[in-house]
Nanobody, 126 residues
Framework: QVQLVESGGGLVQAGASLRLSCAAS????????MGWFRQAPGKEREFVAA????????YYAASVKGRFTISRDNARNTVYLQMNSLKPEDTAVYYC???????????????????WGQGTQVTVSS
């Protein structure tokens, strides 16, 4: 397994951008499909985006497609989530997750991931 630590959250106005980072420990990062999930107050955790362990495939929730971009840097053991045109409904705690060698689309349906981060708060004001 890998240990995950998110950073980059904050308070921004609608229309602004933020970039979240998720740093992973361990030497097998490149074998993990990485994903971002979020949980708003009173709501269930939901899938946001994933990038395959091969690095060539990404998958997005419909609500963020075209606004968010997931990427990874295997040399830095880090996955990023670039969030543009933020909306108040994007307000949530954002979590990073890792799953060993599954597809990016498959990660959206996984309930129990191999590893979770502690989360970072993103608040978008109107």
């Amino acid at each position: 397994q890998v240990q995950l630590v998110e950073s980059g959250g904050g308070l921004v106005q609608a229309g602004a951008s933020l970039r979240l980072s998720c740093a992973a420990s361990g030497r097998t990062f490149s074998s993990y499909t990485m994903g971002w999930f979020r949980q708003a107050p009173g709501k269930e955790r939901e899938f946001v985006a994933a990038i395959a362990w091969t690095g060539g495939s990404t998958y997005y929730a419909a609500s963020v497609k075209g606004r968010f971009t997931i990427s990874r840097d295997n040399a830095r053991n880090t996955v990023y989530l670039q969030m543009n045109s933020l909306k108040p409904e994007d307000t949530a705690v954002y979590y990073c997750a890792a799953d060993f060698r599954i597809t990016a689309q498959g990660m959206a349906g996984v309930k129990n991931h191999d590893s979770w981060g502690q989360g970072t708060q993103v608040t978008v004001s109107s």
